[in-house]
């Protein structure tokens, strides 16, 4: 079963341009979640998409996006560009809708994104 | 406020010594997981640890959920080259009536282990 996918690997950006990453999930999995890995912050929950709905959204400004279609792939948006968005954006996903104790969520390799 | 703290932050060793990493809440959590995240990739599940006092191995690694369900340690014995990598924990709340908004992560331990 091919894992989770994303693009591009990497992207080069300036400040305020926008930019759009595409995830694909495990095949069978409806469940999309996007995070913003930084050294500073670590891990930080953006957003997750179950059948096409945002179910939860993190504490992030308006900027930021996404959405999913019915074939499960998501897309997040990012506009006007800052200089703090530079990060690797991971998605990451699973077969349920609602969280278990034994939940595993898979995680793709990330879109590193660096912004000039 | 990390509501995850992991602890050390850096962690550079020789090969064959012993290890412990550490992840503490004052919040209680229905589980707990560890990744281990190598350059260039994303984050691969370890283990999931779901009771208090539970303990589960994995190879050489240990993995101990506390009694209070608000801390963990990951205990590797004779680290390897290969354990290189980022060690992520991350928390999962559920709510009384069932459901969760998510996994919580620490900022991780950055272990090398040095031939």
Known sequence: KAGVTQTPRYLIKTRGQQVTLSCSPISGHRSVSWYQQTPGQGLQFLFEYFSETQRNKGNFPGRFSGRQFSNSRSEMNVSTLELGDSALYLCASRNRRDYTTTDTQYFGPGTRLTVL | ?115
């Open chain 2, 1 to 115: 406020t990390q509501l995850l703290e992991q602890s050390p932050q850096f962690l550079s060793i020789q090969e064959g010594e012993n290890l412990t990493v550490y992840c503490n809440s004052s919040s209680v959590f229905s589980s707990l997981q560890w990744y281990r995240q190598e350059p260039g990739e994303g984050p691969v599940l370890l283990v999931t640890v779901v009771t208090g006092g539970e303990v589960k191995k994995l190879k050489r690694l240990t993995f101990q959920f506390g009694d209070a369900r608000k801390d963990s340690s990951l205990h590797i014995t004779a680290a390897q080259p290969g354990d290189t990598g980022l060690y992520l924990c991350a928390g999962l709340q559920m709510y009384s009536g069932g459901g969760a908004d998510g996994l919580t992560f620490g900022k991780g331990t950055h272990l090398i282990i040095q031939p």
